[in-house]
């Protein structure tokens, strides 16, 4: 080998050893800036999601609603909602399951009706006036019944929203440390590949 090929060699060498320092700095000070990001992104979802969960808990509580004891229960009652029995509603799963604890009684208001309908039939022309009375009744009981499993329904999509936010920020946090940890390997090895 001559010594231009020799010299040739060695400067390629240097070059290579300067490129991967030069690429392992630029990816890994990315990668820091990544795990920065998503280690504050992951906080606040964290946070977020706790907002949701004790908003709802806050807006709940004080509305005292409860499902009635087991022993109060109708079989169907107990195959739906027979595991929240005696529960106070206070969380979005405690909220959903009285929604449909609640449909399950408005069912019984009209024959299956809804507010809509029975409202609609209650204005009818040449409607016997005790009927339509009758059939206004049941259209406010509807109102109300179906007013408030939109409330509860509510609640459970924030708690929902609450969860995913939770998880999602938890998710975000591994990441950002475990980038953050490759980002500080990436820097020591570009450190030990300039000295090399």
């Known amino acids: 080998m001559s010594q231009y090929a020799a010299e040739a060699t060695i400067a390629g060498k240097q070059e290579a050893t300067l490129d991967r320092k030069a690429w392992d700095t630029i990816i890994s000070g990315a990668g820091a800036v990544i795990a920065a990001v998503l280690l504050v992104v992951g906080i606040l979802a964290v946070v977020g999601g706790n907002f949701a969960y004790s908003n709802v808990k806050d807006r709940l509580a004080p509305e005292k609603v409860t499902f009635p004891p087991i022993t109060a229960m109708t079989p169907e009652e ?3 909602v027979g595991d929240f029995a005696g529960a106070r509603v206070d969380t979005g799963p405690e909220a959903e399951a009285f929604s449909r604890y609640i449909a399950g009684h408005l069912m019984e208001v009209n024959e299956g009706k809804t507010y809509s309908e029975t409202s609609a039939a209650a204005r009818e022309e040449g409607l016997d006036p005790k009927v339509a ?6 259209a406010d009981v509807l109102f109300k019944g179906e007013t408030l499993r939109a409330i509860l329904l509510n609640a459970y999509g924030w708690w929902t929203v609450g969860t995913i936010t939770l998880y999602a920020g938890y998710a975000s946090i591994v ?3 475990l980038l953050g940890l490759f980002a ?3 820097f020591r090895h570009a450190r030990r ?3 090399a």
């Open 175 to 177: 990441g950002g440390l």
């Open 133 to 138: 009375a009758e059939l206004q009744g049941k």
């Open 193 to 195: 590949s300039a000295k």
């Open 78 to 80: 107990k195959s739906e």
């Open 184 to 186: 500080f390997f990436g």
